[in-house]
Nanobody, 118 residues
Framework: QVQLVESGGGLVQPGGSLRLSCTAS????????MGWYRQAPGKEREAVAR???????NYGPSVKGRFTISREAATDTVYLQMTRLKPDDTGTYYC????????????WGQGTQVTVSS
């Protein structure tokens, strides 16, 4: 079972930046996708960004152009660079891992809180 360890959340002012990271507990040799969902109180869970093992990326419409997802293959770590943050970006961000071809995540991180507020 793959465990995912997240870090990098916090409090930031509107317009600021944060970088989240998510590291898998074991080396992954098969094709996969990793990414982030977020959830704010009273809102539906939202897909934020995804990167595959061949470095293909996808973004949710509300973050496209502001967030960048990247992957460090040597450590099986995924990064989410968030810029021009807005109060609507506030929420708990969950990293996930999905085996190739699986439309749903197989494993989840513990979640990290991002709060955008002045």
């Amino acid at each position: 079972q793959v465990q995912l360890v997240e870090s990098g959340g916090g409090l930031v002012q509107p317009g600021g930046s944060l970088r989240l990271s998510c590291t898998a507990s074991e080396r992954i040799f098969n094709r996969y996708a990793m990414g982030w969902y977020r959830q704010a109180p009273g809102k539906e869970r939202e897909a934020v960004a995804r990167v595959t093992s061949d470095d293909s990326t996808n973004y949710g419409p509300s973050v496209k152009g502001r967030f960048t997802i990247s992957r460090e293959a040597a450590t099986d770590t995924v990064y989410l660079q968030m810029t021009r943050l807005k109060p609507d970006d506030t929420g708990t961000y969950y990293c996930y891992f999905a085996r190739w071809g699986n439309p749903h995540p197989d494993y989840w991180g513990q979640g990290t809180q991002v709060t955008v507020s002045s």
